[in-house]
């Protein structure tokens, strides 16, 4: 749809070269490729399409600042994340539009993106004068143990397009308080809030080499390929796919890299009879629909008790009627456009599927071309059953499908049936359920009457084929160091000079 694009405050954000060694730069073969706004489908620039050899340039230049970045202090690096906070802060409204822009989330979405995005800058800001070791009493006299931390090194961290800001500070925060040097390729879709980013890194402070963003859209696999078979690149942090993954971890295998990886997500979104049922109706609005449904961590199968089942069911569809769909710097607008074409016909896939096998489309279920090519109307299905591809594929789009269920012991079972494992949900004014429910479900996280569970201060991962590792909290800057253990010998000597 056309809409009109406020202008930046600073246009010095808006870059258009990849950044490697504190410079700005295109591709040697002078290739770029373009970036769409998805609300509009016109042109917002280009990037450069970097190769291998362009990869392997940023590679190096990360590996020679390491020599030296290494050795910096915690609080020497805490001081430059902690000015980098600041740089977001000043410039969230800038982020925000550019975010909007690129990836098409409402304004009120984008700002509270870059304010998540800026607290992973804060939090580990606070960590890295922290990376403490241990004095480890010995089994053997004499000797004396301490276990340091150390950074791993050049690091390649490969991020999603659907929180173009967030996702990508998640795993700079802790690998810069850690004092590794990094590699950052850029989402093709969304690499303009990146290159802002590094914009602002080298205004922090930031030595250069120390943070190098590197664009790609048809040279995505070469440019991931490189960084998982570099010898030089000691680590790589993933979000994306879970068939992805599986490839990064076999490529990167030949040189036995740490690995951590945020996968694909099905999270189950479970509401006891006993729960509040307006409370969970706008924890279920918070998950599922958040950023038009495309989060890894949105609910996709929906478990209503049967004795509130019709209840929720009403109350779910007078909620969602109030939505409105439209550009996402329009005011009013609630939710804006699926990233790409592609995105849109998983989702009317899905609606068709439910729909031929049993579902009943109460709300929605159509696509939206008088706004343009991404646009999809909110859905909710009621009658779902398990044998419909939304029970088993991540739909990332906005269809809310409602599972009747009975007991307490068969929607485990259901919600537990996947694969994958990354976030689950429930609702329950029962705190022995709370406690069962929560260690029986096989997630990395779970939200207990709350639809949002992302913040800083907590660890964010998942289980099963969700990847492992995880970001944020105290554990996540673990992910960037080794241990070292030091062993002294011979120190179990008398005092000198007792008689």
Request: aromatic share 8%; charged share 20%; net charge negative.
């Amino acid at each position: 749809m056309p809409h009109s694009v406020p202008p930046l405050n600073d246009k010095s954000l808006l870059k258009h070269d990849a950044y490697v060694n504190g410079e700005w730069i295109g591709a040697k073969s002078g290739k770029t490729f373009e970036v769409t706004d998805p609300a509009s489908g016109e042109l917002i620039g280009t990037c450069p399409d970097f190769s291998k050899h362009d990869t392997e340039k940023a590679i190096a230049a990360a590996s020679e600042a390491f020599t030296s970045f290494r050795r910096t202090t915690g609080r020497e690096r805490a001081r430059i994340l902690r000015k980098w906070y600041e740089l977001m802060t000043e410039n969230a409204e800038d982020l925000a539009k550019l975010i909007t822009w690129e990836n098409g989330k409402p304004t009120a979405d984008a700002k509270g993106e870059v304010a998540y995005a800026a607290a992973f800058f804060e939090w580990f800001s606070e960590e890295a004068p922290r990376t403490y070791g241990d004095v480890i009493p010995a089994t053997i006299p004499g000797n004396r143990i301490v276990s340091m931390k150390q950074p791993v090194g050049v690091c390649g961290l490969i991020t999603p397009w659907n929180f173009p800001a967030a996702m990508i500070t998640r795993k700079i925060g802790p690998a810069i308080a850690a004092g590794c040097t990094i590699v950052a390729k850029a989402p093709g879709e969304t690499p303009f809030t990146s290159l802002a980013l590094a914009e602002l890194a080298q205004r922090a402070g930031l030595p250069k080499g120390v943070f190098n963003v590197v664009t790609a859209l048809s040279n995505t696999a070469e440019v991931g390929e490189t960084l998982t078979s570099s010898p030089t690149v000691k680590k790589v942090s993933f979000t994306g796919s879970t068939n992805v993954g599986r490839l990064l971890m076999q490529q990167s295998s030949q040189t036995l890299k740490k690995l951590s990886f945020e996968l694909g997500g099905n999270a189950p979104f479970i509401i006891f009879d006993d729960a509040d049922v307006s409370s969970a109706v706008a924890g279920a609005v918070a998950s599922k629909f958040r950023s038009s449904g495309q989060t890894c961590i949105c609910a996709n199968r929906i478990y209503v008790q049967k004795g509130i089942y019709p209840e929720f069911s009403r109350q779910l569809v007078e909620k969602v009627k109030t939505f409105n769909v439209g550009s996402g710097y329009a005011d009013g607008v609630t939710h804006g456009p699926l990233i790409h074409d592609r995105a849109v016909s998983k989702v009317e896939a899905h609606v068709k599927d439910a729909k031929s096998k049993g579902g009943n489309v109460v709300l929605g279920g159509q696509k939206m071309p008088e706004l343009g090519d991404n646009f999809f109307q909110p859905t909710v299905i009621t009658d779902m059953t398990s044998d419909m591809q939304l029970a088993s594929e991540e739909t990332f789009g906005p269809v809310a499908g409602l599972f009747p269920f009975e007991t307490e012991a068969e929607v485990v079972e259901l919600a537990n049936n996947t694969e994958v494992g990354l976030a689950g949900y429930f609702f329950s004014k029962d705190v022995q359920r709370v406690w069962r429910v929560a260690e029986a479900l096989e997630v990395g996280m779970v939200g207990v009457n709350t639809g949002l569970i992302s913040d800083a201060a907590a660890p964010f991962g998942g289980v099963k084929h969700s990847g492992f590792g995880r970001e944020g909290s105290r554990y996540g800057i673990e992910e960037y160091q080794i241990v070292k253990t030091m062993t002294l010998g011979g120190m179990g000597e008398p005092l000198q000079g007792v008689a």
